[in-house]
């Protein structure tokens, strides 16, 4: 069974660009979550979609966003990105809410 | 709200040694525990979950972790370490209203040394 894959490995933009991270979950998987791990902050919650639906969002501003798409595929987008968004930026599926997530590689997010 | 402690930044151990990384959390009902690991670059993999039922629980890799209410803490233990064993590992606990917004710990860096 393939896991959750996440593109592209790595991302370079500058300061005011948008950026496009991708995620595939796990085949039979509804609901994605995305994670931000930054440099002394830790990992943090960022989105959760299922079903087509973000349901829950952390505390991150508007020009973090997403959807899931009909194959429950998901894409994040940073716009206007500002240094602090450098980071790696985590995916992960789960059959529904309150299973246990699986995290795909990661996208490394350079804003320079 | 929902949160786990992880005490130990860093923690050398020597390969074949044992080990013992701590995790406490805080939360009024009975929690839903994970364990993760991460190697340098990578994603996070999933090493252990505790969801209820026995207290201590097997994972992959060898590792394995006790739930101990009184004290509040979900511990991961290994009998020998492996020089593979070097990475950061995560405790986690589910959060919010559907329970699936993972809350980590800081991490505990594991350096093996031969």
């Known amino acids: 069974e393939a896991g959750v894959t996440q593109s592209p490995t790595h991302l370079i933009k500058t300061r005011g660009q948008q950026a496009t991270l991708r995620c595939s979950p796990i085949?039979?998987?509804?609901?994605v979550y995305w994670y931000q791990q930054a440099l002394g902050l830790g990992l943090q919650f960022l989105l959760w979609?299922?079903?087509?639906?973000?349901?829950n969002r952390g505390n991150f501003p508007p020009r973090f966003s997403g959807r899931q798409f009909p194959n429950y595929s998901s894409e994040l987008n940073v716009n206007a990105l500002e240094l602090e968004d450098s980071a790696l930026y985590l995916c992960?599926?789960?059959?529904?809410?309150?299973?246990?997530?699986?995290f795909g590689p990661g996208t490394r997010l350079t804003v320079l | 709200a929902q949160s786990v402690t992880q005490p130990d930044i860093h923690i050398t151990v020597s390969e074949g040694a044992s080990l013992e990384l701590r995790c406490n959390y805080s939360?009024?009902?009975?929690?839903?525990l994970f364990w993760y690991v991460q190697s340098p670059g990578q994603g996070l993999q999933l090493l252990l979950k505790?969801?209820?039922?026995?207290?201590l629980v097997q994972g992959i890799k060898g590792f394995e972790a006790e739930f101990k209410r009184s004290q509040s803490s979900f511990n991961l233990r290994k009998p020998s370490v492996h020089w593979s064993d070097a990475a950061e590992y995560f405790c986690?606990?589910?959060?919010?209203?559907?329970?699936?917004?993972?809350?980590f710990g800081a991490g505990t860096i594991l350096r093996v040394k031969s």
């Open positions: 992960a599926s789960s059959r529904g809410p309150r299973n246990e997530q699986f």
């Open positions: 085949s039979g998987h509804t609901s």
């Open positions: 979609y299922d079903e087509g639906e973000e349901r």
């Open positions: 939360y009024g009902a009975t929690p839903y």
């Open positions: 505790y969801f209820s039922g026995d207290t």
């Open positions: 986690a606990v589910p959060t919010g209203e559907y329970g699936n917004k993972l809350v």
